[in-house]
């Protein structure tokens, strides 16, 4: 059995934040920011918009993609480390939502990564029997936990969600391998202190809610680690790099992904790049890049497509899929 993804769909909330509005909280420029990262202007959700609302309008754009009711779902799993709240799930809370009955849902937090260590998770559950049809949901609201004063994280993310629908197959198509990564040594890298139970909420002061980043350091980590489990996964799934013919990449820095088509040499013009719309929207940003390379028609039947992914933990990872 193979996962297949049958239905691709997203959901971005409508607030924009653009780059000239940034000027305007921080001293930087949109000459700064195009240069330095490749982002022009991102989304940023309402008080009133929480990760749930994202995901949950994902899904169902999702499961109209692939024209599955609702019902036919017997898992749902949601990539998140922005949840609405501590407990319970944001998943559990989106099935509630869609109206599924007695079926699991949970979260899964591998923060950018999220949503190849979700399709990695999927992809098992799928081989081994377990569930036919999963909803797999990547959503992140990082500017709740984005201080406007730091122009070195402010500048960065934004808000969205994807999401796919997965379904068994005797065909040979849908996910072909994944590997996983992480170095947890390296957590200080990029994190939220307050709020968990290192620092509740009793003792946590109102910066503690906030994300902290070492942006320069974890910048020469990405670039290695993307390489490596895209390496890594070609030599496991016995596929050459030219047979590929797309890699969507977490969309965090344009210099990154330039970096890796350099270090690669794999041709820029069939590598998928959103940032200049979104930002980094976290575990959304590979789903949501796939759902409009679909739906542009940047992806054809039967194409050998890889997802590469690294953010906080560390963790970082890769996925091939055939479509
Ligand atoms: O989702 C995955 C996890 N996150 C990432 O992958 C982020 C990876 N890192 C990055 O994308 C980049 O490191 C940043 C975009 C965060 C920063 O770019 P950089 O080229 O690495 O800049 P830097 O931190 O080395 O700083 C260079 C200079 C500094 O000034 P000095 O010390 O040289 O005078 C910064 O203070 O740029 C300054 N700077 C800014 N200037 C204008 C930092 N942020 C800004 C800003 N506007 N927003």
């Known amino acids: 059995m193979r996962a297949k993804i049958i239905g691709t769909g997203a959901f971005l909330p409508p607030g924009v934040l653009n780059n000239e509005a940034l000027e305007k909280m921080v001293v930087t420029s949109d000459e700064w920011i195009v240069s330095r990262t490749g982002i022009r202007e991102r989304r940023r959700t309402t008080d009133n918009e929480a990760s749930s609302d994202l995901a949950y309008n994902a899904a169902k754009h999702a499961l109209k993609n692939a024209g599955l009711k609702p019902d036919r779902i017997d898992l749902v799993l949601i990539a998140t480390a922005t949840p609405d709240m501590l407990l319970p799930s944001t998943g559990c809370l989106v099935q509630g939502r869609l109206g599924i009955r007695n079926v699991p849902a949970f979260d899964l937090n591998a923060v950018c990564s999220g949503f190849i260590y979700g399709l990695a998770t999927a992809d098992a559950f799928i081989r081994s029997g377990a569930y036919k049809s999963i909803l797999l949901i990547g959503v992140d609201t990082i500017t709740k936990f984005t201080d406007y004063s730091d122009r070195t994280t402010c500048i960065i993310f934004g808000d969205g969600a994807g999401a796919v629908v997965l379904q068994a197959t005797r065909e040979k198509k849908g996910v072909i391998g994944s ?145």
Not at 277 to 290: E, F, V
């Open 179 to 323: 590997r996983l990564y992480a170095d947890g040594t390296k957590w200080d890298y990029i994190h939220v202190p307050g709020g968990g139970s290192r620092i509740p909420s009793y003792a946590a002061a109102p910066s503690d809610y906030y994300m902290i980043m070492k942006g320069h350091d974890t910048f020469r980590v990405a670039v290695r680690g993307l390489e490596q489990a895209i390496l890594d996964l070609l030599k496991q799934t016995r596929v050459s790099l030219r047979d590929i013919d797309f890699i969507i990449p977490h969309q965090a820095n344009t210099r990154i992904i330039g970096a890796l088509a350099e270090k690669l040499k794999y041709p820029m013009e069939k590598i998928f790049v959103n940032i200049e719309n979104y930002g980094n929207t976290s575990a959304a940003s590979i789903p949501i890049a796939l759902h409009e390379a679909v739906a542009g028609k940047r992806i054809r039947n039967n194409d050998l497509v890889l997802f590469a992914s690294f953010g906080s933990g560390l963790t970082w990872g890769a996925s091939l899929v055939k479509w």
